[in-house]
């Protein structure tokens, strides 16, 4: 007896390429109808072997491994559905294909049920056989496609730009690799600064379409007005100002993909055109009569609600259900805090180097501070206060006090608090406390020298000079006047 495996396990271990033959079990009592099967079967290049009633069949299939079983539903001994129950007791990814008299469908309906993978009634033409034995291979390719993603992506920390170790982060990850290879509409959930951007630009680089352009249009930030010939493009004298034929987002996305970074602000007028190019990808430019056809793949990406903006009847319905195939949503960074430490590492590393340090840490209480926070403007929160703290702290350590007011607080953390502190000498105290202050100022000042050198009531040339000597980044394009 052969052991028992799960599927994802057995089709791992098995190999569906054209290179190895696959095995195929045929079960059929009559003659001339398993001779005329196998015949065709070794024809098309499969290895095959046959038995004549279920017992044997069953008993081969203990024996010798195979990857398909035809198998008639009505045979001497065990029965077409006990030939099946014995194959996915023994193995859960060797596919089976039933046949059955014209008239017996639901005895076939209860095979499907049982786990075969598609039926075939009786009398058939050999080629018939063929297409369904293809789709099952094809079927399987993409089963196995899957795991492999899955696999590729477990555990990664980073996954095309996109950090993350949380379970659910995990989750999106394969869910990218998956949805990637499709053609569909993705919709990406999140409020801002949870990643949509990268997550969208994940989706397109491991598309198909990945070396054809990625273009993005953020229907928020441009005015109505503008949006509809910036979609779709102009002939000139359209309208007023509009000088030369210009070429829309659309036309520039052929081939590749479109995505509409907050979709749900585009003003109804706009949604109603949209509809019209996803569903029959075409469109004419303003001031046009030419129909143009593109070949886009949309992602869209929105911080609302978008079926509450269809209740309110500020998104169309059939664009929402359009545009919503494939959905993603990003949880915000405080539901995921196990992901904090990894990002925070990440941008330590990123602007560091930028500022030309090395060695960067942060103090315990700056850490319980990034951990314990709650941060509205999520990971671009974090990045940005990690990028304050990087350019304003001195030494190794970034401490509690480097950190951004919004992070701070009111609080004051006595761990880190350099009056408290016993191990130093004053004079190290003083000039500690002095470089406390300094980045705070210009913390405050936005990093503005004229500014913080008159909050602190020295000249810009005394600045200088303590910038200096506290070793602060004098390049920081933050830290110039
Ligand atoms: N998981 C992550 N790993 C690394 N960097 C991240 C991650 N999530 C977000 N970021 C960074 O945070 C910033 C914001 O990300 P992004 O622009 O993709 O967010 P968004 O959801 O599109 O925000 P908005 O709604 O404001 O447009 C970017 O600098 C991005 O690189
Ligand atoms: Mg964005």
């Known amino acids: ?113 049982e786990g075969a993978y598609d039926y075939i009634s009786k009398p058939f033409d050999p080629a018939e056989l063929l297409i369904v034995l293809d789709r099952f291979i094809k079927h399987r390719g993409l089963e196995l496609e899957n795991i492999r993603l899955k696999e590729e992506v477990k555990d990664k920390k980073q996954f095309e730009r996109i950090i993350g170790i949380s379970p659910v982060m995990q989750t999106i990850f394969e869910k990218i690799s998956v949805i990637a290879k499709t053609d569909s509409s993705v919709m990406i959930y999140g409020e801002s600064g949870t990643g949509k951007e990268l997550v969208a630009n994940a989706i397109h680089n491991l598309s198909p379409r990945k070396d054809n352009p990625f273009i993005k249009i953020n229907c928020a930030a441009i005015p109505e007005t503008l949006l509809e010939s910036e979609l779709f493009g102009h002939e000139k004298g359209a309208f007023t100002g509009a000088a030369q034929r210009r070429k829309g987002k659309f036309e520039s996305a052929d081939g590749g993909t ?20 996803l569903e029959s990808h075409t469109f004419e430019r303003l001031g046009g009569n030419e129909s143009l056809t593109v070949d886009v793949r949309t992602i869209c990406a929105t ?75 999520n990971v671009r929160e974090l990045r940005h206060a990690i990028e304050m703290a990087v350019t304003y702290c001195s030494g190794n350590i970034i401490g509690f006090n480097c950190l951004p007011a919004e992070l701070k607080g009111n609080g004051i953390d006595k761990s880190d608090d350099i009056l408290t502190r016993e191990d130093i000498s004053l004079t190290e105290r003083v000039r500690a406390l002095e470089r406390e202050i300094i980045a705070n100022t210009l913390e405050e000042t936005s990093g503005r020298k004229k500014e913080a050198a008159k909050k602190l009531k020295i000249s810009r040339e005394t600045l200088w000079r303590k910038l200096k000597e506290h070793g602060f980044p004098m390049s920081t394009p933050d830290l110039e006047d």
């Open 1 to 113: 007896m052969k052991t028992l495996h799960t599927k994802e396990e057995g089709l791992k271990n098995r190999s569906f390429s054209k290179a190895m033959p696959m095995k195929i079990l045929v079960i059929e009592d009559e003659f001339s109808v398993r001779f005329g099967i196998s015949c065709t079967l070794e024809g098309a290049g499969y290895k095959v072997m046959s038995a004549e009633n279920g017992i044997e069949g069953i008993k081969l299939f203990e024996k010798v491994h195979f990857d398909i079983v035809i198998t008639d539903l009505k045979l001497p001994g065990a029965d077409g559905i006990e030939v099946l129950k014995s194959v996915r007791n023994i193995s859960h990814d060797a596919g089976v294909i039933v046949i059955t008299a014209f008239a017996d469908v639901k005895t076939a309906v209860e095979a499907m049920k």
């Open 303 to 377: 911080r609302k609600n978008l079926k509450d903006e269809v209740k309110a009847d500020k998104f169309r319905e059939d664009l929402y259900y359009r545009v919503n195939v494939l959905p993603v949503t990003l949880p915000p960074l405080r539901e995921r805090k196990e992901d904090i430490p990894l990002l925070a590492e990440h941008f330590i590393e990123v602007f560091s180097k930028k500022a030309g340090k090395t060695n960067l840490t942060l103090s315990p209480a700056a850490m319980d501070r990034i951990m314990t926070y709650e941060y509205p403007g």
């Open 258 to 277: 479109i995505f509409f970074d907050e979709v749900g602000d585009m003003p109804l007028s706009l949604q109603a055109k949209l509809l019209r190019v």
